[in-house]
C-alpha cells in the first residue's frame, strides 16, 4: 500500500518505530509497546490511517480494549482525529452486544440471561458452608480460581485433571474446590444467570455452531486492533479467532513486562508467539519512552537484563534524580519512613499534589492511608479509597448495627463480623 506524504498530520510527528507500525495496515501485525511509548497514540493513528488511505471502511474496524474506561478514551481519541463510526469495545462488551442479538433467534425469543455483575455473592455462601478453617478462605481466591477454569473452558468434572497438569494449587483442597466451583454453577443456573466467563463461551458456541450467525459477524467486523494483548486468556484469544476467521487484518499491541492477569488465567504467550501462529506477521518494538527520566529507565533496564533478556527502553525526557531502593525490617517501620519521606519533602517545598505512593494491590491502601491521616497529613486517592470500598463500609455498617463494643472487644466483634458476612479472615490482632 501507498505511504502518505510527509506533510500528512496523521504521520509528521511520530518515531521511526510509530511511523512503521502506523503505516502497516493491512494483515497480522504484533506491536511491541513497551511502557511510556506511545501506543495509545500509534493505535488511533494507526486506524485512523487505515482508513483515510482506504484500507477499510471505518464501520468494519473493530478496536479492542481492555477496560471500558480505555475504550471511552480511545473513542475520544478517534473522534478527535474524525473518526466518529469507529467501535472501540471490551471482548466483552462486544461478545454482549452479539449475544442480545442472536439469542432469542435461538432460544424460542427467550431473552438473554441477565449477567452477574461478580461471583462474590454466591461464593461468600459458599464458602461458609466448608468445613472447619476452609469457611474463611476469601470469596475472591475462589473467584480467581474459578475464572482460571473457565478462561480454559473447563467445567468442574474437567478442573481436576488440568489443574493437576499445570500444576495448579486451588486455594483450598481440589475435592472442595470442585464441590465449591460445582454449586457455584448449579447456584448461577438456578438464579437464571449467567457470568462474564459464561458470556464469552457462549458467544464462542455462537460462532462455532451457527454458520450463519457467524458469518454476519464476520461481515460487520473485519479490521482488529486488540490493546492489552499480554493479558489475553485462551478464552478471548478463541473468541478473537473465531471473529477474524479467514481473514488476516488482525494488529495486537502489548508488552509481556506489563501482563498482570495471569493467576486469572492470561497468558503473554499468545503475545510472544504472536508471529510463529500467524503466517507472514510483521513485528515492530516501541522502545523510546517519553513518560520516564533516563535514570528510571536504567533501573528498569537493569531488572530487566537481570533476567536474561535484551529489551531496552530508551529515554527522551531530560535527567532526574537517581532512584533509590530501601528495605525495612517491619511494615511498621515502612510505614514511618514513608511518612517521614512525604514530611521531608513538602518541607522541602515539593507540592503535595506531586507526591505519589504507589501499592500493587488495594488491599496495601489502609495502612497507608490510616499512617497519613494519624500524622495529619491530607491525602487523596486514586481509585476507591479502602474505608470508602463497598465491602469495608458494608462491614462497618454491621458492626455499628451489633452491640456496643470498644477497645479489644471492638476488634474481636470486627474480625467475627467481617469472617461471617464476608468470607475473609483479617490478620491476627498483635498483643
Not at 493505535?43 to 482508513?51: C, G, K, W
Not at 473452558?153 to 486455594?171: I, T
Not at 489475553?232 to 488482525?250: A, K, M, N, V
Request: proline residues 6%; aromatic residues 6%; charged residues 25%.
Amino acid at each position: 500500500m501507498s505511504s502518505s506524504a510527509p506533510a500528512d498530520p496523521l504521520l509528521d510527528d511520530l518515531n521511526d518505530a510509530q511511523l512503521e507500525a502506523v503505516r502497516a495496515v493491512d494483515g497480522p501485525l504484533a506491536i511491541i509497546a513497551g511502557a511510556g511509548t506511545g501506543k495509545t497514540r500509534v493505535i488511533s493513528r494507526r486506524t485512523a490511517f487505515a482508513i483515510a488511505s482506504g484500507a477499510v471502511p471505518a464501520d468494519q474496524v473493530l478496536v479492542v480494549t481492555f477496560t471500558d474506561k480505555a475504550a471511552g478514551e480511545m473513542m475520544q481519541r478517534l473522534r478527535g482525529l474524525g473518526l466518529p463510526g469507529v467501535t472501540a469495545r471490551t471482548v466483552h462488551a462486544h461478545a454482549l452486544s452479539q449475544l442480545r442479538h442472536f439469542w432469542p433467534l435461538r432460544n424460542d425469543g427467550a431473552p438473554l440471561p441477565e449477567i452477574l455483575d461478580s461471583k462474590l455473592p454466591i461464593l461468600i455462601r459458599l464458602a461458609r458452608g466448608l468445613p472447619g478453617h476452609y469457611r474463611f478462605t476469601a470469596a475472591k481466591d475462589l473467584a480467581d480460581e474459578i475464572e482460571w477454569a473457565k478462561s480454559r473452558q473447563l467445567d468442574p468434572r474437567g478442573y481436576g485433571d488440568a489443574a493437576a497438569v499445570a500444576n495448579r494449587e486451588p486455594p483450598i483442597p481440589v475435592d472442595l474446590f470442585i464441590r465449591v466451583f460445582g454449586d457455584y454453577e448449579r447456584a448461577k443456573t438456578r438464579a437464571g444467570r449467567i457470568d462474564f466467563d459464561d458470556m464469552l463461551g457462549e458467544a464462542i458456541r455462537l460462532l462455532e455452531d451457527d454458520r450463519e450467525a457467524a458469518a454476519t459477524i464476520r461481515s460487520r467486523k473485519r479490521w482488529f486492533s486488540v490493546d492489552e494483548y499480554q493479558d489475553t486468556s485462551p478464552l478471548q484469544e478463541r473468541l478473537l479467532g473465531l471473529w477474524l476467521g479467514e481473514g488476516r487484518d488482525i494488529c495486537v499491541v502489548g508488552d509481556e513486562d506489563q501482563t498482570i492477569y495471569t493467576f486469572a488465567g492470561a497468558s503473554s504467550t499468545f503475545l510472544t508467539s504472536f508471529a510463529d501462529r500467524h503466517d507472514g506477521a510483521r513485528v515492530v518494538a516501541l522502545t523510546e519512552n517519553y513518560r520516564s527520566s533516563p535514570e528510571v529507565l536504567e533501573f528498569a533496564n537493569r531488572l530487566i537484563a537481570s533476567s536474561g533478556r535484551t529489551k531496552r527502553l530508551s529515554a527522551t525526557k531530560p535527567s532526574g534524580p537517581q532512584p533509590t531502593v530501601a528495605g525495612h525490617r517491619t511494615a511498621e517501620a515502612e510505614l514511618a519512613a514513608l511518612v517521614a519521606w512525604v514530611r521531608r519533602l513538602i518541607a522541602e517545598g515539593t507540592p503535595a499534589p506531586e507526591i505519589a505512593v504507589l501499592v500493587r494491590m488495594n488491599a496495601q491502601l489502609e495502612p497507608i492511608e490510616t499512617a497519613l491521616t494519624r500524622a495529619g497529613i491530607g491525602y487523596r486517592v486514586r481509585g476507591v479509597g479502602f474505608y470508602r470500598r463497598p465491602d469495608v463500609r458494608a462491614a462497618i455498617e454491621l458492626v455499628h448495627r451489633g452491640r456496643p463494643a470498644a477497645g479489644t472487644s471492638l476488634s474481636d466483634e470486627v474480625r467475627t463480623v467481617w469472617a461471617r458476612e464476608f468470607g475473609q479472615t483479617l490478620a491476627p490482632r498483635r498483643s
